[in-house]
């Protein structure tokens, strides 16, 4: 079991680029989500997928974020037109489903700091 | 919407002082409730958790007890080490309607812990 992945660990781009992140998760989790933590605050769901499908995207999911799994494996967000208020913390989290209602946890990749100048 | 509350940090504490920080939370239904840690420079890691009414989640340590009365789960230690200075994030479980789970946030509160 080595973890969840993501690469890159820091990025830094000029403003109207388009960046993407990838998440390589537990490689029998099913369960992959995508969080956003801005500085001094909590992480924010941005969206869910279970295997291949994106069942749900968060409001703070602009039209310029798209997040892909093709083949239920590793996952990747991209920012398109990057604005300074993209800069965050980009989370990738993993997980088995469910079992009989109690949710599995949640294992939590390193993140990925995003610096838009 | 559902909501988690902590209480504001940096929480600054001696080698072997008791910790006590407080998270309460607004949600419908019967979410888990979670503690995750996060060391400088890492990733979350779970602490602990409780996934109904008066369960106590205990790990390394540190507990917490899940009041449905009082919708809270305030983490507690009785003896921090130098090595538990790190940001405690309080979360619950919302349950989707296809059966799984996202989790909604406190801001986090930051622990300092001097020798």
């Known amino acids: 079991d080595t973890g969840v992945s993501q690469d890159p660990r820091h990025k830094i781009t000029k403003r109207g680029q388009n960046v993407t992140f990838r998440c390589d998760p537990i490689?029998?989790?099913?369960?992959l989500y995508w969080y956003r933590q801005t500085l001094g605050q909590g992480p924010e769901f941005l969206t869910y997928f279970q295997n291949e499908a994106q069942l749900e995207k968060s409001r703070l999911l602009s039209d310029r974020f798209s997040a892909e799994r093709p083949k239920g494996s590793f996952s990747t967000l991209e920012i398109q037109r990057t604005e300074q208020g993209d800069s965050a913390m980009y989370l990738c989290?993993?997980?088995?489903?469910?079992?009989?209602?109690?949710?599995?946890?949640?294992?939590f990749g390193p993140g990925t700091r995003l610096t838009v100048t | 919407g559902n909501s988690v509350t902590q209480m504001e940090g940096p929480v600054t504490l001696s080698e072997e002082a008791f910790l006590t920080i407080n998270c309460t939370y607004t949600a419908t239904g019967y979410p888990s409730l979670f503690w995750y840690v996060q060391y400088p420079g890492e990733g979350l890691q779970l602490l602990l958790k409780a996934t109904k009414a008066d369960d106590k989640g205990s790990n390394k340590g540190f507990e917490a007890t899940y009041r449905k009365e009082t919708t809270s789960f305030h983490l507690e230690k009785g003896s921090v080490q130098v090595s538990d200075s790190a940001v405690y994030f309080c979360?619950?479980?919302?349950?989707?309607?296809?059966?799984?789970?996202?989790?909604?946030f406190g801001k986090g509160t930051m622990l300092l812990v001097s020798p």
């Open positions: 989290a993993s997980s088995l489903a469910q079992d009989r209602g109690t949710p599995y946890e949640q294992y």
């Open positions: 490689s029998e989790h099913n369960r």
């Open positions: 979360a619950l479980s919302d349950v989707r309607g296809s059966g799984y789970s996202t989790l909604t």
